[in-house]
Nanobody
Framework: QVQLVESGGGLVQAGTSLTLSCAAS????????MGWYRQAPGKQRELVAT???????LLADSVKGRFTISRDNAKNTVYLQMNSLKPEDTAVYYC??????????????WGQGTQVTVSS
């Protein structure tokens, strides 16, 4: 089992910045990819950004140019730097990790979520 613990959420004003962190722990063999998703009230969970072990990134169009995703493989930690925040960025942000064990079995893990609220 892999546990994901997010931190860094909070209440901020529009135009400011916030950095989220997510640390993975537990029985880790190889985390192939990590990412961030978000879910606003009344909406489906959506992809925000993902990053592979080789640091290939994918960002949603809505956050390109404002958000940056990075990871520290040695610490099994992923970060989301969020700049120029907008009220529409308000959501619960969830960390995700795609894990492979020594036998090649794949598992998807989620964090408990951290609230980001952007006031106008």
């Amino acid at each position: 089992q892999v546990q994901l613990v997010e931190s860094g959420g909070g209440l901020v004003q529009a135009g400011t910045s916030l950095t989220l962190s997510c640390a993975a722990s537990g029985s880790i063999f190889r985390i192939a990819a990590m990412g961030w998703y978000r879910q606003a009230p009344g909406k489906q969970r959506e992809l925000v950004a993902t990053i592979t072990r080789g640091s290939i990134t994918l960002l949603a169009d809505s956050v390109k140019g404002r958000f940056t995703i990075s990871r520290d493989n040695a610490k099994n930690t992923v970060y989301l730097q969020m700049n120029s925040l907008k009220p529409e960025d308000t959501a619960v942000y969830y960390c995700n990790a795609f894990h492979m064990d020594p036998r090649g079995s794949e598992s998807n893990y989620w964090g408990q979520g951290t609230q980001v609220t952007v006031s106008s």
